[in-house]
DNA sequence: ATGTTTCCACCTAGGTGAAAACTT
DNA sequence: AAGTTTTCACCTAGGTGGAAACAT
């Protein structure tokens, strides 16, 4: 095993649906959390190339902390951190920390397999706020916090044969119970097709 | 490796809905196959237990020929063999080899994670007649065909820690690309939930 | 004549944001 | 006041057998 495997150096991971987070991105994405588990959209759409087309991997999305703060959404300003007097309350939410992960249900699978694919999609993966949900694919998060959604390539058809984190700013969000920017809604209900039925006539999108 | 292993010889392999299997066994089951792939009905279900709790196994179905005649449907007679002057015409069918295999979703888990399922089941498991079918979890087989699905359990971690092969006679089923015996039809709308909208208010379950 | 393909109405299954009810 | 939970109409997505068209 040399020092070049142990980091996958040749990987790359490309954001598939990089426009569309852009979009959201923008003006402050959101995440509904709830009990059962909801889906993310936009959803984590990833390609890959630089993979030993031999070899075994297994790919991963989880979320980290984007910082310690606790946020509140006010309308005139957007999102701002929490302040205590003078300062900002800092929490004990640390980046780095993973809150949950979600394997690709096509894991493992080959470099190959992996590569050939025009889109590795983490659609079924779920947000919840409640500690005790058991459905499948479900990462636990805290309301009104920032996150950074990561992903991980690990090659796993020998030992220590290393792992790669990609991190794409673009997918960070705020986690929330409801929608707090209008605009926001606006945007899932335009771009998602299961929001369809909150379209206005007069906008739609051809 | 000692001999017992490599047969995995405690594990039991149980047919969950052995008695809907059985019902439609005694009319002579039909499975109907398509070009883009049609499941099965009833759905393989089984349970395991014998397993090694932190073993890891790959649990698969497959389906091999029941013998290796054509066979056409007699309203009068049933199934029977199609016949080319005095004797049954024999085909190039053998039983013992595969036509196609499904590996279960959630494979490969440990023997912990199969055997707390009550049910592990191959619902997403499909049958169709065109050979360049892509559909994912998509078996080939021949019309007015019959055949025996068989299942897989493999233990993985370790090389040769053996496997072992369970069949049962009540899922053996003639492949069809249209229902030949009517019994059969009704048996499978008033049990398959998306064939609700053909049931008879007349004769509904409870 | 016999078997196959295509299209369809009618279901199941489950992902949306809105709105009202609820909690603290 | 601020945030959370529940319920709901309205979608997407896809699994049924019937029937008519098609193929050989």
Excluded at 4 to 32: K, P, Y
Excluded at 134 to 141: A, N
Excluded at 162 to 186: C, D, H, L, M, W
Aim: charged fraction near 20%.
């Amino acid at each position: 095993v040399t020092a070049t495997n142990c980091i996958l150096q040749d990987v790359q991971v490309h954001l598939v649906n990089r426009e569309m987070w852009h979009a959201f991105s923008n003006l402050g994405t959101e995440m509904i959390i709830t009990r059962i588990g909801r889906r993310l959209f936009p959803t984590l759409e990833i390609s890959l190339s630089g993979l030993d087309s031999d070899g075994r991997y297994i790919i991963k999305a989880d979320i980290t902390a984007a910082d310690n703060h606790r946020y509140k959404y006010i309308p005139a300003s957007g999102w701002v951190p929490v302040q205590n007097g003078n300062h900002a309350v800092i929490t004990s939410h640390n980046s780095n920390v993973s809150f949950g992960t979600y394997e690709h249900p096509d894991s493992p699978n080959t470099g190959k397999f992996w590569m050939k694919a025009n889109s590795i999609s983490f659609k079924k993966m779920k947000l919840s706020n409640d500690k005790s949900c058991k459905t499948k694919g479900c990462i636990i998060l805290n309301s009104m916090r920032k996150y950074q959604p990561r992903i991980h390539i690990m090659r796993i058809d020998a030992p220590n044969l290393g792992s790669r984190i990609a991190v794409f700013p673009e997918t960070r969000f705020f986690a929330v119970t409801s929608y707090q920017n209008v605009q926001v809604t606006k945007l899932k209900i335009q771009n998602n097709p299961f929001a369809k039925a909150f379209r206005d006539s007069n906008s739609q999108l051809t």
